[in-house]
């Protein structure tokens, strides 16, 4: 499997559930390395997006490709972390149990444990009962199964809701270090202060992708002083050079 290209390559991605058309024909790619945001609204259609993106979602049609192979290969499974919206761990088991399985899952070794919790602030709470934490703790529970192993590609579904402004400071720069070494983030977010923090920024809104820039040529694009304001004028008809009409 080449290394070379985009870690993502979609074309004309659509996605039906129940009689409606959900994503109206995306393209885009995301390149290796790299932290892309996938901002926009609730309801747009990030989590959708996200999910055709590691193949647990029905009814997609188009071209989806990831590191190099079919969006949903067999081969995928332990070159992508994936961590969705509502926490994927078991409530019942301790941190460090959750953590030690899941590594078994993914054939990570055994060290790994210790490294991703360091990475999300939670060795402190490791012998805790996930039940027993709070919601931005669980969140990061969460985003610890997806590390292990180191995955070429992590994708994000909102990581930083919930928590303090420190921890999410920390998270982005270890986002930004992996990325350094390798790997890529696909990051998905409805606050648009986050933009600040990726590389390049995919704006979807009712499941159209209405924007794929980097901050500052969506800046200069739209003469706006923010992101915020970037979205508002595309959307509302100010669209520009790198934005979708």
Same mark, same amino acid.
């Given at each position: ?16 559930r ?6 109206? &024909? ?16 609730? &309801? ?7 999910? %055709?993106?590691?193949g647990? +979602?029905?009814?997609? *049609?188009g ?5 190099? #192979?079919? $969006?949903?290969?067999? +081969? ?26 899941f590594?078994?899952?993914?054939? %990570? ?6 490294? #991703? @919790? $360091? #990475? ?6 490791? +012998? ?8 931005? +703790? ?7 199964t997806?590390?292990?192993g ?15 402004? #420190? ?13 350094? %070494?390798?790997? *890529?983030? @696909? ?14 920024? @995919? ?7 209405? %924007? ?7 800046? $200069? *694009?739209? &003469?706006?002083?923010d992101v ?18």
């Open positions: 499997m080449s290394s070379s290209g985009p870690a993502v390559k979609v074309a004309d991605l659509r996605v039906v129940g009689r409606r058309e959900v994503l109206h &024909g995306l393209t885009f790619e995301v390149a290796r390395g790299s932290v892309t945001g996938l901002l926009g609204p609730s &309801g747009g259609g990030k989590t959708t997006l996200m999910r %055709a993106l590691v647990v +979602q029905a009814k997609v *049609t071209s989806v490709e990831v590191l190099g #192979v079919v $969006a949903g290969a067999a +081969q995928l499974r332990r070159r992508i972390g994936y961590v969705t919206q509502a926490p994927a761990v078991y409530t019942d088991l301790t941190v460090r149990e959750n953590l030690r399985y590594a078994t899952v993914v054939g %990570a070794p055994r060290g790994d444990v210790e490294r #991703v @919790l $360091a #990475v999300v602030d939670l060795a402190g709470s490791a +012998q805790t009962r996930v039940d027993q934490l709070s919601g931005g +703790q669980r969140s990061r529970v969460s985003l610890a997806a590390l292990l180191s995955p070429e590609l992590l994708v994000l579904d909102e990581p930083t809701v919930g928590l303090d402004p #420190v921890l999410r400071r920390d998270l982005w720069a270890t986002f930004h270090r992996l990325a350094d %070494a390798g790997s *890529t983030f @696909l990051v998905s977010s409805h606050v648009m202060d986050e933009a600040t923090r990726c590389d390049r920024l @995919l704006l979807v809104r009712d499941g159209e992708l209405v %924007a794929d820039d980097t901050e500052a040529g969506l800046l $200069a *694009t739209t &003469g706006s002083s915020e304001q970037a979205f508002l004028a595309i959307v509302e008809g100010g669209a520009g050079p790198g934005a979708r009409p």
